[in-house]
């Protein structure tokens, strides 16, 4: 009887980790950047703009816990093509580990929505791109603006996660998302630490700057508004691109036909590669044997939604 009732309970503890019971992302207040405090100078938001300013702007977004550095490349070459660019850092990354604890998707989302307002009254074309929980964000904005007068012209999205697991897919990148809640419980990372890169060249790979380590306490959050952004996707009608590399080793490549089949964009682009680096094969804008022809292909996909 009484492993009857621990396995009950035991399963009951799983459940209540792996499926998010009654989660809700407690800390909603807007937050801001302290760019005077970043660890590095390539943490600073990327503002690239013509003299005078385009009527065309692209607003980049990175992932998480990455910062605007991994569109150094897409941002300058948006610029050279006669695009205005925008990579913001959100609130908590780039400064200091202990500055995301305790942060939300509802944060960094809010962040995000203000800072894209702002640019969607500045210019008559407004493009936005996203890599990995930046897409999913982005992904969101697409849900909040599609059908609206701020609806962005279109979008593009790299190595997307709409889930981390799924079962009925087959689809475990890490069994250890499941444990996140019960971990966060007792600590909101697993070894935090800044991380400057490496001197080993990698296909660019070396070239990323952001924080190392596990941080559970967001990625709770991260994955219980995946949820709702899966579900609304059909809310999407703008113009989208999604790119996702076969072998990602961080985001199931069964991502992209999850958003492929849901969204309701009147032009959707779906973008395979099939890297045999070894690296993540994740931050695809950062590699330079695939940046500039994906760059390009999204720049001219962005071009024909002038």
Partial sequence: ??????????????????LLWGYHDRNVEPLTTNIDEVFDRR?????????PPARKAIVMVHGYPSTPYSYDYAAHRAFEQGFDVYVPLLPGFGTKPEDLYGTTFTQWYGYLESYYRDKRMEYDKLYVVGTSMGGA??????????????????????????FLNDIRLGAIQRWG??????????????HPRIHLGSEKENDGEELWVGYGGS????GVSFMHALKGIRRDLGRITVPLMSIHDLGDRTISFQNLAEIQ????SRRFVARTTAMTSNHNRHILLMYPSVQTELTDEILAFFDRND
């Fill in 1 to 18: 009887m009484v492993y009857v009732v621990a396995t009950i309970l035991l399963g009951l503890v799983f459940s209540w980790s792996a």
């Fill in 43 to 51: 943490c600073l938001p990327i503002v690239l703009e013509h003299d």
């Fill in 137 to 162: 964000l982005t992904l969101r904005l697409g849900e909040e603006f599609s059908g609206t007068e701020n609806a962005p012209d279109a979008l593009a999205t790299v190595a997307t996660p709409v």
């Fill in 177 to 190: 998302y499941y444990f996140m809640r019960l971990v966060a419980l007792f600590t909101p990372a697993l």
């Fill in 215 to 218: 941080f559970v306490g967001g």
């Fill in 261 to 264: 089949d849901a969204v309701n």
